[in-house]
């Protein structure tokens, strides 16, 4: 059984009107395995979760889960399956406890004790008793883990967990799915962060408008990553921009409201400074624009200028 | 990491397959115990008892009787007849409000808090929560309309008496068979309030929309009485689901008819049935994009 794939999608495609919001996607996912879903916003990382999960049905392909589909096992295809979509939701009249336990009903029923070490695991126990109207988005999202966890399950797929998380929740956040993921569960996550998905998953899908524009181990992503860009304020940029001229494997050009980017190697780009240093240029700003990865990521899915001008 | 898993309490690599599926049972006691929690719930069935209570006082207080209702002549020195003057009056709207409240929320209040996905990623099938919701808005009609029809029974001959009552023919009814035909009369109102049970979750499922869920079965059902008391419409009226609400008239009547009672079974089962599938299907069909 356990050589079985946790997820095995073929050629799933799904269309909303005009728009296909999945494309003829094929994604596998062996159990154990950490696997990233990446895309920008409107991409189809959603609409693929929630096929997986049985809440849409595809206009075609096949979806197994363990082997199981829905057209064949139904319900059953979630067992050993948990997760979110999107942000978690819960009955606002009841408590993290009460929905936690009728969703354990729903279940078949939880282990006794079991809600009291995920409460604890999640750090909702001094809360629990408490309405989740009067919930925070991060303890929501934390309830959501909950929930998750409750049904004990074998894959969890999580649909952009770190969303709406202040700096310290996505810290958090991204802890707790890297001690899920090393105690071997299988972990499908959708994500808009290259840095996340580099840090704890294993292989990646890269989404653009409902196709794959890349599929891999992120060693292999690592290996198609530009050089790494940067942020440079100088004292004189005209002048530093004609240094650049003299090194053929640095880039630079003017940035759209000051300053200048420069790409090139780790070393190129160090010999850069320190000819401009030299030349009497003094820098006032020198910052890493975003990881050559996040770079690759804009590149394959199109949309480096709009995100670099949100951004 | 030990065999078992300190965060997921398993043995990680144990088959994924379930000991004991959650049945129907495990969704009803989901659905009531959020039913439960609700104050909405409690507040029904609170006003269920003490709204007739004050009907009946206020009623009895008035120098003259509200002569152009049925039994409205008798009911301010009349028990019984104060007990189904309130029956006549519940039919019109109350009966049909007191259940969409419910059952038009039920399916709808998902979707206003985004829950399907939720509820619907867990081990009960779309198919045992869709008749888990049901029964329970069911139990609950019931429950609603015991409860209106205890305290009105109860406050009416309490308050006013327990005297021999005039039945719709003229003949004299004594007061222990007038006990049995006011609690069966009250006991005709259970399937055409089951039957707007099920309209009000099909307006529930279909508009995803806690206050049309809400709203429209009161108002096809106050539609449906005016259609009922036009002159003209005689073959329409059988159809109607407030037709069975006056269904109890004949066993008020000497002598005591039943066909009404029959036609208003059939009547009730037809509309519980179609809706019931109709929102069934509905669902089951449904892609659960929101939340
Ligand atoms: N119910 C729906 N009706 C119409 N279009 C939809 C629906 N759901 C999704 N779409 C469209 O499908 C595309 C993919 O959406 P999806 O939510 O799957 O993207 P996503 O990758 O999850 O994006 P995000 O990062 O913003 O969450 C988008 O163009 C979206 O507008
Ligand atoms: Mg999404």
Known sequence: ?311 | MTATDVLTGRPTQAAPVLGSRPGLGAALRWETRKLRAQLRTKALLIGAVLVPIAVVVIVHSQPRPPKDTLFGRFATDNGFAMALLVLGFAAQWVLPLLTSIVAGDIFASEDQHGTWKTVLTRSTSRSTLFWGKSLVSIGFALLALLVLAAATIAASVLIVGHQPLTGLSGQTIQPQSAVTLVVASWACMALPMIGFTCLAILFSVWSRNVAVGIAAPVVIGLVMQLVGALGGIESLRPYLLTTPFEAWHGLLAEPRFTGPLLDGVITSAGWSVVCLVAAYLVLRRRDITGG
Not at chain 1, 6 to 25: L, Q, T
Not at chain 1, 42 to 57: E, H, V, W, Y
Not at chain 1, 238 to 244: E, H, I, K, N
Not at chain 1, 257 to 270: C, F, I, K, M
Request: net charge negative; charged share 25%.
């Open chain 1, 1 to 311: 059984m356990d050589d079985q794939l946790a997820v095995d999608a073929v050629d799933v495609v799904k269309a909303f009107g005009s728009i296909r919001a999945v494309d003829e996607i094929t994604i596998k996912v062996a159990p154990g395995e950490v696997y990233g879903v990446l895309g920008p916003n409107g991409a189809g990382k959603t609409t693929f979760l929630r096929m997986l999960l049985g809440l849409i049905r595809p206009d075609s392909g096949t979806v197994r889960v363990f082997g199981r589909t829905w057209a064949h096992d139904g319900i059953a295809t979630l067992d050993g399956v948990a997760g979110f979509i999107e942000s978690p939701a819960f009955y606002p009249y009841l408590t993290g406890r009460q929905n936690l336990e009728g969703l354990g009903l729903l279940d078949g029923g939880a282990r006794s004790g079991r809600l009291d070490e995920i409460l604890e695991v999640v750090d909702l126990a001094g809360r629990a008793d408490d309405r989740v109207r009067g919930y925070s988005y991060g303890m929501r999202q934390r309830l959501g883990v909950a929930a998750s966890l409750i049904r004990e399950p074998r894959l969890l797929v999580l649909d952009e967990p770190a969303n709406g998380l202040d700096p310290a929740g996505i810290r958090d956040m991204r802890a707790l799915v890297k001690r899920l993921a090393d105690s071997g569960l299988t972990v499908l996550l959708s994500s808009h962060h290259m840095d996340e998905v580099e840090e704890i998953c294993d292989n990646v899908t890269i989404m653009r408008r409902g196709e794959v524009a890349f599929h891999g181990a992120i060693a292999e992503l690592r290996a198609q990553a530009p050089d790494p860009g940067y942020a440079l304020a100088t004292t004189d940029d005209a002048r530093a921009l004609a240094v650049a001229g003299r090194l053929p494997a640095v880039t630079a050009t003017r940035a759209p409201d000051s300053g200048l980017t420069v790409t090139g190697p780790e070393d190129a780009v160090s010999s850069y400074v320190a000819d401009l240093v030299r030349d009497g240029i003094r820098l006032r700003a020198f910052t890493p624009t975003r990881t050559p990865l996040e770079q690759l990521f804009f590149m394959l899915t199109d949309t480096g200028v709009r995100n670099e001008e949100v951004a």
